[in-house]
């Protein structure tokens, strides 16, 4: 009976030692999910999937949050927007007092008691420094020889005020400016394109800042994903005024992204969605079909009513290479020029308009959150002339 007795206490040993193994596995269980669980208390958004998000929390409309006071940091309450016409008082008084080639030019011919053929040749150079153009160089030169050989210069007054009626029909007051935002089927979408550094995403938050102002809800969508602080900055903006910004993990699909911004605010019956693009290299094919791709996700859901494209004034005959390529791709409808201060060329103005054939919309005065204004001729010329 001895074999017996040793077979049930093999028995009870092999039992004790299953249970030994079952309980060490299963508490190094509970360490790895306690373990696990702390990670992602730590990490906080970097556990997420990096599907799209809206910054701000969807339950309130845009521009609501200000007025509730919820969801946004007290800084954050919109300011009022300083008037559009004191925006351009304060460009005419800049242009006035700059040194800039065309009012330079203006300046010294009004000065010449006799308009000689070296001057009008002089006058000719400048202008074309100008960036204003061998085409409507020639058209200025050529009116004003004809209109001053007529009523002559022996006036000061008046051949400013022919000098400034030539200026103006140049400028060309009859282009449509207007902002193209009312539709039957909402939201009306604005895409903002050009190369890096031309101040295209803080023009999207003054846009928007202006938006607001007129009583317009808005939604921005940062589909700028190759620069790391495109989206982070855009949001800001989004803060600032009270306005959701829909955004991707860094490097996500931009046409993904923009999708969703239509969607948001097709669902949630926004009037204008403004879409931030990357800073694209006007000379890198790929990245320009990538653009072009955008525009056509966005437009399976609601069309594109305006295209901007925002230019840096400073740049001059490059600002026009890129404005051609741009154009090529998204059919630009409308034009944003940017450090358009004292140190601009102002013939741009005329010269962009007269390569694309769409007018100047906005003009960005500085880095201040009320610096872009309307563009208004009669007032820009005025400027120039320093009336």
Known sequence: MDWIFWLIMGGVLLALIIASVIVIVSNHQH?????????????????????????????LPPGQAEREGEGLPQEAKPETPEPPATRLARLRKRLASSNNALARGLAELLSSDKISAQTWDDFETTLISSDLGVGPTTQLVEALKSRLAIDGVSDPGQARSVLREELVKLVDPTMDRTLKID??????????????????????????RDLIASGKTVLLGAADTFRAAAADQLTTWGARIGVETVRGAEGADPASVAYDAVRAGKDNGIDVVLVDT??????????????GKVKRVIEKISPVTEVLLVLD?????????????????????????????????????????????????????????????????DQFVDGLLGL
């Open 278 to 291: 990357a800073g694209r290299l006007h000379n890198k094919t790929n990245l320009m079909d990538e653009l």
């Open 31 to 59: 360490r790895l999910k306690r373990k696990a669980a702390a990670t992602e208390i730590e990490q906080g958004e970097e556990v997420r999937a990096p599907a799209t998000k809206q910054e701000t929390t969807p339950e």
């Open 183 to 208: 539709t039957d089927t909402p939201p009306a979408v604005v895409m903002l394109v050009g190369v890096n550094g031309t101040g295209k995403t803080t023009t999207v938050g003054k846009l928007a």
């Open 313 to 377: 004034a400073t740049t001059g005959q490059n600002g026009l290479v890129q404005a051609r390529v741009f154009a090529d791709v998204v059919d630009v409808t409308g034009i944003v020029l940017t450090k358009l201060d004292g140190s601009a060329k102002g013939g741009i103005v005329v010269a962009v308009q007269k390569e694309l054939g769409v007018p100047v919309k906005f003009i960005g005065l500085g880095e201040g959150a009320d610096d872009l204004a309307p563009f208004d001729p």
